[in-house]
């Protein structure tokens, strides 16, 4: 496989292979995820699983922030969406957060950044298909400082922050 040999030659492990392009239709589309953030409160050690608990409030935050958040300690987020891809071919994400957060496309798991600790980026790779793909990031935060920063790097597309503008939700 073409991209199995880029991820080679970059000297990084891939994490997965996502080649299903989930296809929207123009007209299924909408741009802001209207509960795109979920938010949660706890007093966890690690991230919970935000499966088994149910959100304080659900926002349309513009893109990966705090302000969706209920209080500034002993809080969690989640944001899941839709992620536009313009060119098949190797991405890298990358999450800065404070404390621990974890980056998913589909069901596999791009970045792990878990953990109690100061801001700290961690970074994966994963081969994506043009088009839609299925996004959720989680994060939470014990207490002190908090921060979160969601970037991406592929082809085309200089190192960034994921902006709004590439996250979708489908219309109900
Ligand atoms: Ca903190």
Redo the contacts with the bound molecule.
């Keep these: 496989m073409k991209v199995a040999c880029l991820v080679k030659q970059l000297g990084s492990r891939p994490v997965g292979w996502c080649a299903a392009t989930l296809a929207f239709d123009a007209d299924e589309r909408a741009d802001l995820p209207r509960d795109f953030c979920d938010a949660y409160e706890g007093d966890w050690k690690v991230l919970p699983n935000f499966d088994e608990l149910k959100p304080k409030k659900s926002t349309a935050v513009p893109g990966f922030t705090l302000d969706g958040r209920t209080r500034d300690e002993a809080f969690g987020l989640r944001f899941r969406g839709y992620l536009r891809v313009p060119r098949r071919g190797v991405y890298k994400f990358y999450l800065a957060s404070?404390?621990g957060s974890k980056l998913y496309i589909g069901k596999q798991e791009v970045v792990d950044n878990d953990g109690?600790h100061?801001v700290m980026e961690r970074s994966g790779w994963i081969a994506l298909g043009a088009g839609m793909h299925p996004i959720t990031v989680t994060y939470w935060?014990?207490?002190?400082?908090?921060s979160l920063q969601v970037s991406y790097f592929g082809p085309g597309i200089a190192k960034q922050p994921v902006p709004a503008a590439v996250l979708f939700r489908r219309k109900r």
């Design positions: 404070d404390d109690i100061p935060d014990t207490a002190g400082d908090q």
